[in-house]
């Protein structure tokens, strides 16, 4: 909860933090804007969710908090619209009810944004993305031995703000909600699981800008 206060803080001070900026966010619009960019981001997962139904109707899900870290590139369209390709990795695993439960993903989005710029040197923005993931999952102990590898469509949605360092570097940090797909574990056991796999995740980055 406080670190999504802290993002919302961060967005709502926008514009007096661009305001600072002056005659530099003025030289960044006009003359040395650069649309092209590589970055990575680091993902702090708050939770995220593996909700298990099994063939026998028994349903429970287990969470976990684990760290990720992507890398993306991507292009300003417009003035308000930019494109991004994004592919990141992360995994954990938690105990419940007797059995232990983990998970792999590596998560390949195209994200489409939403900004607003001011005194070109911050940009709030919202997103979308959808896009392909990777899955491997796995249950094991209290009778069950299931698991499975297999791809699956994501989708996401994102809040942030990007800040300008300088004309070549920004600073971005965000909240994230995906869902990552399904899994189909199959068990020697006799009990087959159906896994949905999603969370929410603070991030935070940087992106080296080219003049292209």
């Given amino acids: 909860m406080k670190k999504s206060i802290l993002v919302a803080l961060c967005i709502a001070a926008t514009p007096t933090f661009a305001s ?24 702090k997962n708050e939770n995220i969710a593996f909700a298990n139904e099994m063939s026998d109707g028994f349903t429970t899900t287990a969470k976990d908090d684990s760290f990720g870290i992507g890398l993306v590139v991507g292009n300003k369209l417009t003035d308000n619209v930019k494109i991004e390709f994004e592919t990141s990795y992360n995994g954990g695993g938690e105990q419940k009810h007797g059995t232990d439960y983990d998970f792999d993903i590596w998560s390949n989005m195209l994200n489409v944004y939403l900004f607003q710029e001011f005194g070109g040197a911050v940009e709030p923005y919202v997103g979308i993305g959808v896009g392909l993931s990777g899955l491997w999952a796995g249950a094991h102990g209290n009778g069950i031995d299931a698991s499975d590898s297999t791809a699956d469509m994501s989708w996401s949605a994102m809040i942030g703000v990007n800040f300008a360092l300088n004309t070549r570097i920004d600073l971005n940090v965000g909240l994230k909600y995906q869902n990552y797909g399904d899994t189909e574990m199959t068990s020697h056991g006799g009990r087959d699981i159906s896994t949905e796999i999603d969370g929410t995740e603070f991030y935070i980055g940087a992106v080296y800008k080219f003049g292209l």
Avoid: I, Q
Avoid at 20 to 43: I, K, L, P, Q, S
């Fill in 20 to 43: 600072e900026y002056g005659e530099y966010g003025y030289e960044y619009n006009n003359h040395t804007a650069r649309d092209t960019y590589v970055g990575f981001r680091v993902h």
